[in-house]
């Protein structure tokens, strides 16, 4: 997402891109996931470099990140960094990868753009969410207790397990269990 300057980001960028630093800043560009709610979250971009972000064969352009990498701004690091991760099946920005330390907060904001999102799927394949409901379809030994969930018992509001999309927590008998989402059908 990308707005017109701040007076306080154009202050920082000196009115100049924070990526190639040749050209005017002509819009603050928020680095992804984060928004323009902050001028920490954003980056001054001129148009050649906004235009370069959208266009794939504008690898050349990007020799001038080897600069834009070593900036303060963690914003700038973000874009810079992800921007290379782009292109790191290629030697120069495999280079300019490794020749800085980035912190890992920024590292991981820088790749999260590349993240595949889970999704939680039931056993017909149709995709689940937060909040739905799902019915069992075996019955399942349930560990930790002493009971068994009999095939055709309804979960309620059912929760995303964030790092596993084979797993979603529900209630059942009032305890809170994960249970695996090829057991379910959504209802």
Known sequence: MSTTITPALNERS????ELCTSEPAAIAYAVSPKNNDAIENEV????????AMEDATAVMHWHCLAGSIWN???????????????YKDQEWATEI???VEIDEAVSNWALSAFEVKAIH???????????DTVV??????VKGANFMAPKGTIVRKIRLVADNHEQIEGKINEQTIVILTKYVRKS
């Open 136 to 141: 069992l379809t075996q019955g399942l030994n």
């Open 14 to 17: 000196n009115g100049t891109c």
């Open 97 to 99: 990868i490794n020749s």
């Open 44 to 51: 001054a971009v001129c148009q050649t470099c906004l235009s």
């Open 121 to 131: 799927l039931d056993s017909n394949g149709t995709e689940l969410v937060n909040g």
């Open 72 to 86: 303060t701004e963690p914003s700038v690091q973000a874009l810079s960094y992800r921007l290379l991760y782009k």
